[in-house]
């Protein structure tokens, strides 16, 4: 059993974030192909994986070394690199990839500005064309450029074989939880019979609970919004007194109480947020209590 698949390396200079995207039927395969750290590169190792490729390329790149020059060393190492199947980018989004040819059909990659696409035992061709296409007219942050690849291989046949797993991983300098290291966003769907739809789901949910909110989406707080959450708030015992459309000091404390026990302090807190509310959050807690 190998990580026969397809996925997608890139860089987006306008965040410093690089990433991996992957999709493949192979159990948990965001633990074995996406590798990527910030302000170095991404790799993305499949094929009979090489898995050493990951921590392997991501210290050459950290010499200075680009990413052809870093694909070169590896594949030279290698005896068994004609079943391999690597994509590279590296700190400046320089990008490399190798399809060997003992890669099972159809396999092949493409290289393009910032980015590469790779993938074997495919449907065929169509899947990588795929998925360089939407990468390239996608908007958005990284992770959501990746996911439309994903979709797009996806879209396209995919892994012939069929679907288990699929994975995305986001670097950024200080982009992970506590701003202490770079792991912005990797979420992985292990087993699932349609995964990078579910991918996509997941990818929604670290949207609302991890951005900050924007500044267009600030809605003032009036007095019939007051009561609607005064009776969320009732409901969930957070709230003792009566709902009086009033947003005083009271209803703040009780709803940063249910804010935080929903993980979203980053779109309100009582600080920076007082008197508004961030329709993102609105309308999640709508659906939850509404």
């Known amino acids: 059993m190998h990580p026969s698949t397809f996925s997608i390396t890139a860089y987006n200079p306008t965040e410093r974030a690089w990433g991996v995207g992957v999709a493949s039927k192979f159990l948990a395969v965001g633990a074995v192909v996406p590798w ?12 009979y994986a090489k898995v050493g490729f990951g921590p392997d390329g991501l210290a050459l790149m950290a010499q200075g070394r680009s990413a052809p020059d870093t694909l070169q060393t590896l594949l030279a190492a290698d005896p068994d690199r004609e079943q391999r199947q690597v994509g590279i980018v590296d700190a400046s989004g320089g990008a490399a990839a190798h399809t060997g040819r003992e890669c099972h059909a159809w396999a092949g990659h493409v290289v393009g500005e910032g980015f590469t696409c790779q993938g074997n035992i495919l449907a065929g061709e169509r899947v990588v064309a795929a998925m360089a296409e939407a990468y390239r007219s996608a908007g958005g942050e990284l992770a959501e450029r990746l996911l439309a690849a994903l979709l797009a291989g996806d879209d396209a046949g995919g892994d012939r074989r069929g679907k288990q797993s699929a994975a995305v991983l986001v670097v950024r300098p200080g982009g992970g939880y506590g701003g202490d290291n770079d792991r912005y966003l990797d979420l992985r769907v292990d087993d699932h019979p349609d995964p990078v739809p579910e991918l996509r789901r997941l990818i929604g949910i670290h949207r609302l609970f991890f951005q900050p909110p924007r500044p267009e989406d600030q809605l003032p707080i009036t007095e019939a919004l007051a009561r609607e959450i005064q009776s969320w708030l009732r409901r969930t015992g957070h709230l003792q007194s009566d709902i009086s459309g009033v947003w005083d000091d009271t209803t703040k404390r009780a709803f940063w109480e249910l804010v935080s026990v929903e993980n979203l ?26």
């Not at 947020?273 to 209590?289: G, P």
Request: charged share 30%; hydrophobic share 35%.
């Open 265 to 290: 302090e980053e779109r309100w807190n009582p600080e920076s947020s007082t008197n508004m509310i961030d329709r993102v959050a609105l309308e999640y807690l709508r659906e939850r209590f509404g």
């Open 36 to 47: 990527a750290r910030a302000g170095v590169g991404a790799v993305a190792t499949q094929s």
